[in-house]
């Protein structure tokens, strides 16, 4: 049971770095320097997660927390070290991710699935339906007219409903109303019930200690604590 | 085969959101050549009454002129769009520029189909012969995908790039032969006729459609040529990209 579920090995992400801002070729030109410059985003993480353990990340904004769930879903590709993955991985959710504003909300969900690889009969349609807590009027809207609130319900529902090993979680419980709140909180215990690991980012470490055992904490790119959740929380806490 | 639904789900939401809230949809696909078209008979049909049956020869290059245009133009930016999905899920990004050109060839499919039936009337004969569009169509569309390919990686790190295009294809589009026959051109300039890898695929495209004829196999040959070395250095170059989309979208 304890078999290990992901690990990372020294992993280092480096993103190449528009020195001069050089997004137009007359920013090129006028660039005395050279264009490219390299950044280092992560430095040298390493950690484990067992099956059925779940994992907080905490850090100030900027200090790596998005990049590392990035390097997880394999988006972002390390360029030194190891990244070992033995489970299947749910698409991170974030806010409004994926969604496409010009389409239904019953469009989008069908998009999604489609994107995400997963069934699209019925039954698990309905089931996203009916965790997202929106009508049939406001699915049939354009998403573009839904309030941000809406958005988060409709895009955390959509992947949720990922059969997966492992859940990246980015800031769920920032938008949604109270209501949504504790209906995440609740699917999360559910998941976690169930074995799966949640990878969970937040700024509230209250949230963090209650559904995480263990947690990493970030300040520029590198881990500067790994222990318990509430440990790591404390630590947290005294950043600021 | 994950990826073939992947494919398809992008494909199917850049058709639907392309005519989303319009009145008359995929119509306008076929208005905008039409509307050349008429511009074309209107001015210039004393200068270039040369040219027999000059409705189906402009016909015949105008839709996969506008089949190239539209494809490069909206794949120009269909990474930087997609910047949203491509920083969530793991997704190909060469499938953005793909599913451009997929949608793309869906409208051209169904823009045939009409072009077909009103052609007719215009002279076009109906025999086997038409059958040759559909791989020289293929061959076109794997052509207009590695230019696609080309710009939508670069336009990521240089948004100058989407505008550019923009701005030179009206050029493009009055030094390929379309409304106009090559004869047309001094000889000392013809070079510049040449030089334009469109001008051979419309060239090809106009045998079975405006002269009923078997394409040339040399003709032929030359587009497969120009569609692999294309595709080739397409795939080389947004491979050597792609690694850093996601620190420039």
Redesign the interface.
Known sequence: MNKTLMAYQHVSVKYRHNHAGVYSIKDLLTSFSRPFQYKTILDNITFTLAKGESLGILGRNGSGKSTLLRTMASIVKPYKGQVVCNGSIAPILALGVGLEMELTGYENIDLLLALYNQPRDKKSVQSIIDFSGLDDITLKQAVKCYSSGMLARLSFSISFANNCDIYIIDEVLAVGDLGFQSQCIQKINDLKAEGKSIIFVSHFPDEVERICEKAILLEGGKIIYDGSAAEVCAQYRKLF | M?HL??L???S??NI??RY??SLIGFFWGFFKPLLYLLIFIVIFSSQFSSISNQVLYITSGILFWFFFSNCTSQGAQSIVQSA????????PTIFFPLAEVIGELFNILLALMVYFIIMNWFGMIYSLTLFWVIPILFLFALFSFSITLILSALNV????IGILWNTIQPALFYLTPIAYTESLIPQKFSFVIKANPIYYFIKLFRYPLYESKVPDFFLFGKCILITIVSCSVAIFLFNKMK??F???I
């Open positions: 994950q639904n992947q398809y789900a992008l199917k939401r639907i959101v989303k809230h949203g999905l491509i920083k969530s899920i793991y997704i790190f240089y948004r100058d690694n850093q996601i620190t420039a």
